[in-house]
Nanobody, 116 residues
Framework: QVQLVESGGGLVQAGGSLRLSCAAS????????MRWYCRAPGKQRELVAS???????NYADSVKGRFTISRDNAKNTVYLQMNSLKPEDTAVYYC??????????WGQGTQVTVSS
């Protein structure tokens, strides 16, 4: 069983920055593909960024150049550095871990609110 705990959300003005963290329990973190998703009010969940066990990174077009995903396997933690935030980035952000054999685990989510 893997537990994920997100932190770092909050209220920020447009143009500001936040850093989300997701701490994972267990010893499988280093082999997991880690992802950040967001769900804005009235919208479906969207993939924001991903980083696999080999360090390959992908971003949604809407966040390229503004967000940076990274992982620290020694700390079992994945980060999402969010810069130049826009009101449309307002959402609940969820951390996801996917293991090679297909198991998916989710955090509880952390609210990000960007005021204009």
């Amino acid at each position: 069983q893997v537990q994920l705990v997100e932190s770092g959300g909050g209220l920020v003005q447009a143009g500001g920055s936040l850093r989300l963290s997701c701490a994972a329990s267990g010893s499988i973190f280093s082999i997991a593909s880690m992802r950040w998703y967001c769900r804005a009010p009235g919208k479906q969940r969207e993939l924001v960024a991903s980083i696999n066990s080999g360090g390959r990174i992908n971003y949604a077009d809407s966040v390229k150049g503004r967000f940076t995903i990274s992982r620290d396997n020694a700390k079992n933690t994945v980060y999402l550095q969010m810069n130049s935030l826009k009101p449309e980035d307002t959402a609940v952000y969820y951390c996801n871990a996917r293991l090679p054999w297909g198991n998916d685990y989710w955090g509880q989510g952390t609210q990000v609110t960007v005021s204009s």
